[in-house]
């Protein structure tokens, strides 16, 4: 038993030791992204040119950090990927990613939150691909799922297309 033990220690470590590191495909990197009571559509930055492609044997990640806020918002906001323009937003549609709160969410000034959300958008962006609705720069809408508060001014640091 204990030689079963070790040998599956071993294992799981040079399995551990194969993981590739996380690589940025596109970012919105700069300035904060604001948010409003409207959907915002952000361009994501590709780190190399020509389109963007999946690799089969990796996954890819909508990452997004640096969630801050004056005041609570008190809706949560709805992220899609590769929405085209004049289609509506639904989170039972093919581009819904997932959502995000600004709960805890750091106010202007404090230190960055080092709190992330992360999105498998593997499948969607295989499928999207297919389509060519994505292109080179991958664009990513943040709808509120309401009527955000008047004087809240929630904002974004980052979002990212990460693959690992």
């Known amino acids: 038993m204990v030689l079963i033990a070790l040998i599956a220690g071993v294992t799981a470590g040079a399995d551990a030791m194969a993981v590739e590191t996380?690589?940025?495909?596109?970012?919105?990197?700069?300035?904060?992204?604001?948010?409003?009571?409207g959907p915002v559509s952000v361009t994501l930055a590709p780190e190399r040119?020509?389109?963007?492609?999946?690799?089969?044997?990796?996954?890819?990640y909508l990452v997004v950090k640096g969630l801050g806020t004056n005041e609570q918002p008190e809706v949560i906001y709805h992220l899609y990927l590769g929405l085209p323009p004049g289609t509506a937003p639904s989170p039972n549609g093919p581009y819904y990613v997932g959502s995000v709160n600004f709960f805890n969410a750091r106010t202007p000034g404090m230190p960055s939150d080092p709190r992330f959300y992360s999105f498998d958008v593997t499948n969607l962006l295989r499928s999207t691909e297919s389509m060519k609705s994505?292109?080179?720069?991958?664009?990513?809408?943040?709808?509120?799922g309401g009527k955000p508060r008047n004087t809240a001014r929630p904002t974004i640091g980052e979002i990212a297309l990460v693959e690992q």
């Open 22 to 37: 996380p690589k940025t495909l596109a970012t919105s990197a700069g300035k904060p992204v604001a948010l409003g009571a």
């Open 49 to 60: 040119t020509g389109p963007l492609s999946v690799s089969r044997e990796r996954k890819v």
């Open 134 to 144: 994505l292109g080179d720069r991958p664009v990513v809408t943040v709808v509120p």
